[in-house]
């Protein structure tokens, strides 16, 4: 029987997997496997669904994530915070906030759940998931036992963690997360949108971003979309100063090694003449050209049209080819564009 993912994707595709279940106690996960066994089919895992762009149908079986449940803890220097990976991630940031826990709002209002949190290492106004995360709970089906894995074993970087290497996406399933926060809190203010901020408390800030993202990106309810679909490329130090030559108000950040520039992949694309773009019922959004959405019944050939067609259109005019940050799943599983 094929099972619906209309609403178990974020761009509301109408498309479908051979089977799913949503998994909301742990028990539910010896169903699934049962069902990969004895079909030999492959599996994704999906939270809120909003880090994926399905190409077509999926012949495989999808395992939705809705382990709930939040637990804390302290010492004389840290809260720790443990998460059910089904949780809602600002949902987390918000309960945190209610218990004077600060340090998370700088990631306000990304959507996904705390189990997709890892795995792309989201991040935005300065700060990243792995400046939080102690470890990363999973179930290991190489070794059929649930562990953890700490950060410092994650390999998290730009939009990326071990479990986007091909042969983990197979092995480890994300249970839980838990994060070490500081309680000596100080705002983070290191992003050019911050600075000159009023009101700097956790709160402030929080409502700060939260305003600025819902200015910027329609909600999925409204318009289908996965919020920001590529990423931030970066670049030789040259390549920066070449485009600051050409153009005014090139907005670049220094990453750690000094060397390389991080360009903003919306800048980009809207000087590449993208912004706005509407092709059938796909596009990019009027007010953020970062984000493609589905107008309104669009097919999943329609956005993946748009995201080719923005792609070669900013490596025509920049020489600069972008990379997804959104997970493209296809027949068999992840795939490129």
Excluded at 119 to 138: H, K, L, M, T
Aim: aromatic share 10%.
């Amino acid at each position: 029987m094929a099972f619906s993912l209309k609403k178990y994707n974020t761009f509301g595709l109408e498309v479908e997997a051979t089977w799913g279940i949503e998994i909301n106690d742990f028990v539910m996960f010896d169903m699934a496997f049962k069902k990969i066994k004895e079909t030999g089919l492959p599996f994704i895992v999906l939270g809120d669904g909003s880090d994926v762009l399905f190409k077509e149908d999926y012949e495989g079986i999808v395992m939705v994530n809705r382990l709930k449940g939040m637990e804390f803890s302290q010492d004389s220097d840290f809260h720790y915070v443990k998460v059910q990976a089904g949780e809602n991630f600002d949902s987390v940031i918000r309960t945190c906030l209610d218990r004077e826990i600060y340090g998370l709002e700088n990631l306000a209002l990304i959507p996904g759940t705390a189990g997709a949190a890892p795995v792309q290492n989201i991040g935005a106004y300065g700060s990243s998931f792995s400046d939080f995360c102690r470890y990363v709970e999973v179930l290991d089906l190489k070794n059929n036992k649930i562990d953890r894995i700490r950060a410092q074993d994650c390999a998290f970087g730009y939009r990326t963690s071990i479990f986007k290497i091909p042969e983990n996406t197979d092995r480890y399933i994300i249970t839980a997360v838990e994060l070490k926060i500081p309680k000596k809190w100080t705002p983070n203010l290191n992003y050019a949108s911050l600075e000159g901020l009023e009101d700097t408390s956790a709160r402030g800030i929080y409502n700060h971003i939260s305003d600025v993202r819902n200015s910027k990106l329609p909600s999925p309810k409204v318009l289908g979309n996965a919020g920001s679909f590529f990423k931030n490329p970066v670049v030789e130090k040259s390549v920066y100063e070449k485009l600051v030559s050409e153009y005014d108000h090139v907005p670049g950040y220094g990453t750690d090694d000094g060397s390389t520039v991080k360009l903003a992949a919306g800048w980009l694309i809207e000087k590449a003449g993208c912004k706005g773009l509407r092709m059938g019922n796909a596009g990019t959004y009027e007010k953020q050209s970062l984000i493609l959405v589905n107008y309104g019944g669009a097919s999943p050939d329609e956005l993946i049209g748009v995201a080719c067609f923005v792609r070669n259109k900013v490596a025509d005019k920049f020489g600069i080819v972008l990379e997804p940050e959104v997970r493209i799943i296809g027949k068999k599983g992840e795939c490129h564009l």
